[in-house]
């Protein structure tokens, strides 16, 4: 069960509501990572001022920043930013191979961006420490001081991300799509991607079907309260 409660645009706070209201706008619908942190209008907040900055000046292609998200993500074991960044990793120009090779920490399709992404996986996993050879390694690779610096700032949002959605177990509402629509797309042991369309109905289906396999997914961490996909 979540511990933290999933707001809704009437429910949000009068504190949080604008800015859920602009963040729903831009991604066509409320999303449960986004309700939950309105539950404390500065988590969202802080959320929305970062993602706002890193959307208008971030010297990153979207190919890159959603490479960072999946590698912060894989680190941290969120099986939701996973679940959440893969199809728009793929739309960003990653393959569906390439995101599940950054999740594995193997990236030989492309070694400078492996070299940052070594960095940003050190720093989430050492509460920013990098060692000087993983930096070094970036800056030989081809990034700039300017640019590694700014990976941090990519890492926060995405570190905000997952300890939103650890206390508070999330469920990737609305279902996500695979380009296979007739078996889970697998990127790691525990985290599936499914196009399972978007009624509670289908998530059923997609749970049986999921335990006939033997593959968990943060879709059966949803307790009754929570399966709430909004329009």
């Not at 449960?32 to 500065?42: K, L, Q």
């Not at 939701?80 to 990236?107: F, M, N």
Request: with cysteine.
């Amino acid at each position: 069960m979540s511990r933290i409660p999933v707001q809704t645009l009437e429910t949000a706070s009068e504190q949080a509501r604008p800015t859920l209201e602009r963040l729903t706008r831009r991604t066509g619908r409320l999303l449960n990572v986004h309700a939950e942190m309105a539950t404390a209008p500065v988590v969202l907040a802080a959320y929305a001022g970062i993602s706002d900055a890193l959307a208008k000046q971030s010297s990153f292609d979207a190919r890159t920043r959603e490479a960072i998200a999946l590698a912060v993500g894989a680190q941290d074991g969120c099986d939701y930013c996973q679940a959440a960044h893969t199809p728009t990793a793929i739309k960003s120009g990653l393959s569906e191979a390439e995101t599940i090779a950054i999740r594995r920490e193997d990236v030989p399709f492309d070694p400078k961006l492996a070299a940052l992404l070594a960095v940003v996986r050190e720093a989430a996993a050492n509460v920013g420490e990098v060692s000087d050879a993983t930096w070094s390694a970036a800056l030989q690779a081809g990034w700039s001081e300017v640019e590694l610096s700014e990976a941090f700032a990519h890492l926060a949002v995405n570190l905000l991300t997952t300890s939103t959605t650890t206390p508070a177990p999330t469920s990737t509402c609305p279902p996500l799509r695979s380009s296979r629509r007739d078996r889970p797309n697998t990127v790691r042991p525990d985290v599936v991607v499914f196009d399972v369309g978007e009624t509670l109905a289908s998530l059923d289906a997609v749970q049986t079907r999921l335990a006939e396999v033997g593959l968990p997914t943060a879709i059966n961490k949803m307790s009754g309260a929570d399966r709430r996909c909004r329009p």
